[in-house]
């Protein structure tokens, strides 16, 4: 009995490292989004995690994917399984991009930074935002800090919103083009911001404003309070580095979102825009935010490079489709024209297979490293492209296909 016992009383060994204990019991996206749940404030988190009005198109994304199945081969030699393919033009070593979002040192201090160097490691792009916590120059730095793989060099592209200052928007697009930054990527689906409800009834801002609410929630989690205290404070700092910024408003006071952009996003953005940054800037250029075949087939039109199919995580309009939905009837109705990026909803390597066999060339995911940042810092955003990617390669080889450039429609079949 008792070699038994000492057979089975085999304990773990002590984690010193809080961030590595933590990562030790998940396994997937969902236990990431728990962690971050319990780390940081509420209103934290419902920034993060919530959608616009009743939240049926941020269920919808996740949920499409799960409406689509497969239809496995069997017998076939999965020994070799390559999950690389060229986007832009450039070979990736996974068809991924990490979405651009807004405040991203709400999850960590070191936000943007933290992504730029998993991206680097990982040799997959980053998208900057307009509304980033870490200025251009700044993620350009902490990426070539990095080494990378065999493509050889970093790549990040950076979200532009269309300010009413346009003397604000060409400072930033020049500043991107002066750091080698691949690809602009202009948001469209942001004339006004949509109403999300979760942060009405926190009466959410950014920075968190100090109230009796959030002093106890900050006492209740006093990790991220002290990480909070202790760093530098939060501004939008790509408009705090302007020298061309005509408004005060970069963050360094809080602000109601709405409010802020219904004040300095220009609501009359049209096609035009297109020819206006081709007139300022040499590289590709994609437009994110397009939810239906006619406006895809107009960027082709108007010779984008790209187009990220996406209802903004859907956090703008509530019942917009959702973007894996759209991927066969746009690869359809344009054919190779344009590369197409699936963004939202993505949770597995399975899905990015899935996004692929219907013809999309990447996809895009924000909330998903979010989650990963807010549960472990940079270890947690390494976890999760090391998930995503080996959930691809165990998906082929479980589908008996062994290059996901080569995968199509013959792979799936709709529930």
């Not at 996974?94 to 999850?107: D, H, N, Q, S, Y």
């Not at 493509?151 to 300010?163: A, C, I, S």
């Not at 991107?176 to 109403?195: C, F, I, M, P, Q």
């Not at 979760?198 to 959410?204: I, L």
Request: glycine letters at 8%.
């Amino acid at each position: 009995m008792l070699e038994t016992l000492r057979s089975v009383l085999q304990f773990r060994r002590f984690e010193p490292d809080p961030q590595k204990r933590r990562l030790v019991s998940v396994a997937n996206v969902d236990d990431l989004r728990r962690i971050a749940e319990r780390r940081l404030p509420a209103g934290v988190f419902d920034y993060i995690d919530g959608g616009a009005q009743d939240e049926r198109t941020l269920a919808d994304n996740v949920a499409a994917y799960r409406r689509i199945g497969f239809e496995p081969r069997v017998l076939r030699d999965v020994s070799r399984v390559d999950t690389s393919v060229t986007l832009l033009g450039r070979p990736t070593p996974l068809p991924l991009v990490l979405a651009p979002t807004g405040f991203t040192r709400i999850a960590d201090p070191q936000g943007e930074l933290a992504v730029a160097r998993a991206c680097a490691r990982a040799g997959i792009p980053y998208v900057l935002s307009t509304m980033g916590t870490r200025s251009i120059e700044e993620l350009a730095a902490a990426s070539d800090a990095v080494p990378w793989g065999a493509e050889g060099d970093r790549r990040l592209w950076f979200q532009v919103y269309t300010w009413r200052d346009r003397g604000l928007v060409r400072e930033m697009v020049e500043r991107a083009a002066a750091a080698r930054y691949e690809a602009l990527v202009l948001t469209v689906d942001t004339a006004v911001l949509g109403r999300r409800e979760r942060d009405v009834r926190r009466g959410m801002t950014l920075p968190p404003k100090l109230g009796p609410g959030t002093v106890v929630d900050g006492i209740r989690h006093p990790g991220w309070t002290w990480q909070f205290l202790r760093n530098e404070p939060i501004v939008f700092a790509n408009v705090a580095t302007s020298r061309a910024a005509t408004s005060t408003e970069d963050g360094s006071r809080a602000v109601d979102l709405a409010e802020q952009i219904n004040r300095q996003f220009d609501p009359s953005l049209s096609w035009d825009e297109i020819a206006w940054l081709r007139s300022i800037w040499d590289g590709k250029i994609l437009i994110k935010g397009v939810q239906s075949v006619a406006d895809v087939r107009l960027a082709c039109e108007h010779a984008v490079d790209g187009v990220c199919l996406s209802n903004h995580g859907g956090r703008q309009l509530d019942d917009a489709p959702a973007p894996i939905d759209l991927v066969a009837p746009c690869r359809d109705a344009v054919g190779d024209g344009v590369e197409l990026i699936a963004d939202g909803g993505a949770r597995r390597g399975s899905d990015i297979v899935k996004a692929r066999a219907l013809g999309a060339d990447a996809v895009m995911t924000g909330r998903p490293y979010l989650y990963a940042l807010g549960a472990a810092g940079e270890r947690g955003v390494d976890w999760l492209l090391d998930f995503l990617a080996d959930g691809t390669r165990q998906t082929l080889a479980l589908c008996g296909a062994t290059e996901l450039r080569t995968i199509g429609r013959e792979l799936l079949r709709t529930r």
